[in-house]
Each structure stands twice: as structure tokens, then as C-alpha cells.
């Protein structure tokens, strides 16, 4: 009998609270200095791209997630795999939305994509919508930021404190230059612990 199930999240909730051994120090740094920025774990597509595309997209790069930008490169939104959670054969007719106004149909409550949907199109009465609310309990997930001088314990508390798995690095104008998964995180760890325990057996 399974008892419980432990998540990557629940072991960086773990270090965040407890600690273990010398992470302090790391979680001090910065995330530049901790060379967590640049392209190479951003996966971005354009605000007017149409769902499936983006999921197709995805797929293609295997991530779970996508930074959504406008027409300017400035964050707005993110698509996630989890947004289609409670799609059935029916709903399939949401695939073909630009994915901005599929995210501000599914999150009205999200300010950055405020004024997103076009309402004259009537696709906030797609029962998709409502079929979504009702069975996953879905409100507006946070866009959650931070910048490149940001600690790595802002990060962790970020991630832990906003339920998400993911926080985009954004630049004085909000475009996105990286993003930092709890994969990534836990990675920073591993490498140092293994970088300590190479040094004390040579």
C-alpha cells in the first residue's frame, strides 16, 4: 500500500526549512553567479500561436511548460501541461485559440493577461471553461519572476511559497532571459555536494 508520495517540491521545501550540511552558503548566491541564466532552459512561443501548436512545441523540445510573450518579448504568461488536465474529446475546439486567450479565458483573474480575450468571439461561454473551474479548481496561477541578482533562497521560497514549479529570470523591461525549474534547483545542490565530496577524496 502506497502510503505517500515524495516530490521533487517536497524535497526543496525540506532544504529551504531545514537545511543540510554547508547549502547555506550556496543558497546565498545569486542566480547568475550559480550560472542559472541564459537560453538554454527557456523555451518561449509568440502570444498569438495557436494552443496546439504550442503543445506540439512542447513536446518537441520536452518541457512541461512555455513562457508566453507579446509582441514586444515581454513576459505575459505561461502555458503549462497541467493546463489540459480536464480537456475531454468534446473540448478539442479550444486547441485552435491564439494560446493568449485560451490562458485569459482559463485564468480571468490574472492580471497580465487582463483584456486578453476578445469577448466578442463568445469563447469565454466555451463549456471547456466552466467544465475546467469546476473539476480542477483552477485560478489564477501566479507569474512568478525574479531577477538575475536574485539569491537562490528567493527562488526556493518563490517556488515553495507560489505553488509553482517554475520561476522566469526577467530583465529591468520583463523579458524573459532564463527560468529555474525545482529540477534545476536540486541540480545547483547535487554539483556542489559532489564538487565537496570530490575535493575531500583526492
Known amino acids: 500500500k502506497i502510503y505517500k508520495m515524495i516530490s521533487q517540491s517536497d524535497v ?3 532544504i529551504l526549512h531545514y537545511g543540510i550540511g554547508g547549502l547555506h552558503e550556496t543558497m546565498e548566491q545569486d542566480v547568475e553567479s550559480l550560472d542559472m541564466v541564459g537560453k538554454h532552459g527557456l523555451i518561449t512561443v509568440p502570444e498569438n500561436l495557436i494552443v496546439i501548436e504550442c503543445f506540439a512545441y512542447m513536446i518537441r523540445q520536452n518541457v512541461s511548460g512555455v513562457a508566453v510573450t507579446d509582441a514586444t518579448g515581454t513576459l505575459i504568461g505561461n502555458l503549462s501541461a497541467s493546463d489540459l488536465r480536464c480537456i475531454l474529446p468534446e473540448h478539442f475546439g479550444v486547441l485552435a485559440m491564439p494560446v493568449v486567450e485560451f490562458l485569459a479565458l482559463l485564468y ?21 471553461f466552466d467544465w475546467s473551474k469546476a473539476n480542477s479548481g483552477t485560478k489564477a496561477m501566479p507569474l512568478v519572476t525574479c531577477s538575475k541578482k536574485s539569491c537562490l533562497k528567493e527562488v526556493m521560497q518563490l517556488i515553495s511559497e507560489n505553488h509553482v514549479h517554475r520561476v522566469y529570470i526577467v530583465d529591468s523591461l520583463g523579458k524573459p532571459l532564463s527560468v529555474v525549474t525545482v529540477t534545476d534547483v536540486l541540480h545547483v545542490f547535487v554539483r556542489k555536494e559532489m564538487a565537496f565530496f570530490g575535493e575531500r577524496d583526492s
Open 12 to 14: 526543496l521545501r525540506f
Open 108 to 128: 480571468p483573474e490574472s492580471e497580465m493577461l487582463d483584456g486578453k480575450a476578445r469577448a466578442d468571439k463568445g469563447l469565454g461561454a466555451h463549456p471547456f
